[in-house]
């Protein structure tokens, strides 16, 4: 397959992911660029890409139905959360890794110990500031010290399978950490036996909401006086007790940080195209997921509390021996409770991306095949949906973002967390009717 191909039906729409699949499997002749929509795949145009490279592109849609059925032998009994066996909330038995991980330290603390007991030999982690310091670059981590600077969360696309040929040729078993998009072009590339997936023996990953370009990094800096971004020495997302703060140093050590509500006014401002046509909220297709478990009781005791969901036999096998040993502070939790926890992102993803979809496709526009689609959502959904988009258009463009650098996050920041408070209010009711019992038709083809 050449090139122009994938760049014709993904890159150039905006669908592309930012995953990394078709530069990791290409063979050396695709590489990124950084750009302000994200690192995106860049080559000549008549170069030949192994067909994979756009069979497993989470950017033109995965059949959703088929990778379950594939991976589990079954479709979830619930789509808003996907197959699972065991549904927890907890958080490492271990005080510093749990105080330093993004949520927890859950994904942290079960690297470790499946790497201790000799699980795995290597674990495929985001090495944070690299090659600058908002980004990261995915490494095979095979060491506790490596595993634990690998701790904590990056809001900013990074390509993580671009690590295949290496993950390919590396000597023992790995354990996959990715976003939900990474995690599906993986669970098809092993659907198919791709021999770059052959060693991956867990696949984890975290839940994924929001995510943001780059440039919300050096916005931020520059609406607090870091003008210059080489002047940038290092950048925390989710620094200090869960649920953390955005902080970044400066060379000449001048801080300057934001709690992280605060922080989320960029989202509008800088939310990734992905972002709104992914319909993978809490990382479906991973052996385990993890996200953060908001509830009053958990967010004022603090600390850090995460939503622990085991996927299949293996994984949750898994968390009951590491409960046993202490490794992990499990409590198990009831379905209900687990989604009353995230009810306006779920519907953000599982409805909402959905009619974003239409929209776009209404206007002539390509759009992913999940393979999926909802059964009947009512009018009142899709005019919540045109508030929604309606905001995104307006705080995206250029003279928006500018406008962002002259107002105080101290102002900006109450502001805005005021107004998704009470849009999350009013909303609330039409987002979550009928969200529990939403049902789905799916396409009967194959992969």
């Known amino acids: 397959m050449k090139f122009e191909t994938l760049r014709k039906k993904v890159i150039k729409p905006g669908l592309c992911t930012h995953c990394g699949t078709c530069v990791g499997l290409s063979n050396g002749v695709l590489h990124f660029n950084e750009t302000s929509k994200g690192p995106l795949p860049d080559g000549d145009l008549s170069c030949d890409i192994p067909d994979e490279a756009f069979d497993a592109c989470p950017g033109k849609g995965l059949h959703y139905g088929n990778l379950n059925k594939i991976i589990f032998n079954t479709l979830p009994d619930n789509w808003l959360i996907g197959n699972y066996k065991n549904l927890y909330v907890g958080y490492s038995g271990n005080d510093d890794i749990r105080l330093k991980g993004a949520s927890g330290g859950v994904i942290t603390q079960i690297l470790i110990y499946l790497m201790k007991t000799k699980q795995i030999d290597g674990a495929v982690v985001l090495k944070h500031g690299i090659p600058k310091p908002w980004l990261a670059e995915p490494i095979i981590a095979t060491s506790e010290k490596e595993i634990i600077e690998a701790s904590q969360s990056v809001y900013a696309p990074i390509p993580v399978n671009t690590i295949l040929e290496e993950v390919k040729s590396f000597t023992g078993k790995v354990a996959f950490v990715g976003l939900p998009d990474q995690v599906a072009s993986i669970r098809y590339l092993q659907s198919v036996q791709h021999p770059s997936v052959k060693n991956i023996e867990y696949v984890l990953g975290p839940y994924v909401g929001i995510n943001m370009y780059a440039g919300s990094v050096l916005r931020f800096a520059r609406s607090n006086g870091i003008k210059n971004p080489d002047s940038i020495k290092e950048v925390k997302y989710r620094d200090g007790e869960w649920p953390g703060y955005l902080r970044i140093t400066t060379h000449d050590n001048k801080t300057v940080k934001a709690e992280k509500f605060y922080y989320n006014y960029l989202l509008p401002f800088y939310i990734t195209r992905s972002t709104l046509y992914s319909i993978d909220f809490t990382n479906d297709l991973t052996d385990i997921s993890v996200g953060d478990a908001w509830n009053p009781v958990y967010e004022k005791e603090g600390k850090g509390f995460a939503v622990v969901i085991a996927r299949n036999e293996k994984a949750a096998k898994l968390l009951q021996q590491m409960k046993k040993e202490k490794a992990l502070i499990l409590e198990e939790k009831l379905l209900n409770d687990i989604l009353n926890m995230h009810g306006h992102m779920l519907d953000f993803k599982k409805r909402g991306a959905f009619v974003r979809m239409s929209f776009r496709k209404a206007l002539g526009r390509r759009i992913p095949d999940y393979g999926i689609w909802p059964k009947k959502l009512g009018l009142s959904r899709y005019l919540v949906e045109v508030v929604i988009f309606g905001v995104i258009v307006l705080c ?52």
């Open 396 to 447: 995206s463009n250029r003279f928006a973002r500018f406008m962002l650098g002259i107002i105080p996050i101290s102002v900006i920041g109450r502001f805005f967390n005021f107004s998704r408070k009470s849009w999350k209010n009013m909303s609330k009711p039409t987002k979550r009717k009928g969200l529990s019992n939403q049902e789905y038709i799916i396409k009967s083809t194959t992969l």
